[in-house]
């Protein structure tokens, strides 16, 4: 992880950090295979250190982490879920702009 605001997720730790959340979380599924989800990285990153202590942001290995990979039908890498209240609100599939991410976040936090 390149920035310490990125939560690593697991099927473990899942229920605790995101679905008994108290503050929005963006869940980053991804691959260490997965060319589009390396060029995702630097903006989760980003977007973990402009929100820290707001929102959790963080990263699931879906070939380490199949049990909530499966669970949210992710088929496709990088998928994206924002998760509010412990519930799926918006989800995102393949590469995306960080100020279309931003502006879910945003409408989660001030919702």
Not at 12 to 23: D, L, M, R, W, Y
Not at 57 to 83: Q, V
């Amino acid at each position: 992880m390149a920035s310490e605001h990125t939560i690593e997720f697991t099927d473990g730790n899942f229920e605790a950090e995101v679905i008994n959340s108290a503050v929005p979380v963006l869940v980053d599924y991804w691959a260490e295979w997965c060319m589009p989800c390396k060029m995702l990285a630097p903006t989760i990153d980003e977007i973990a250190t402009e929100y820290d202590g707001k929102v959790k942001i963080g990263k699931m290995d879906t070939d380490s982490n199949r049990e909530y990979s499966m669970k949210y039908g992710i088929s496709a890498i990088p998928t994206l879920i924002l998760f509010k209240d412990g519930e799926p609100i918006k989800k995102f599939v393949g590469l995306q702009q960080k100020a279309e991410l931003m502006a879910a976040i945003d409408e989660a936090v001030s919702a």
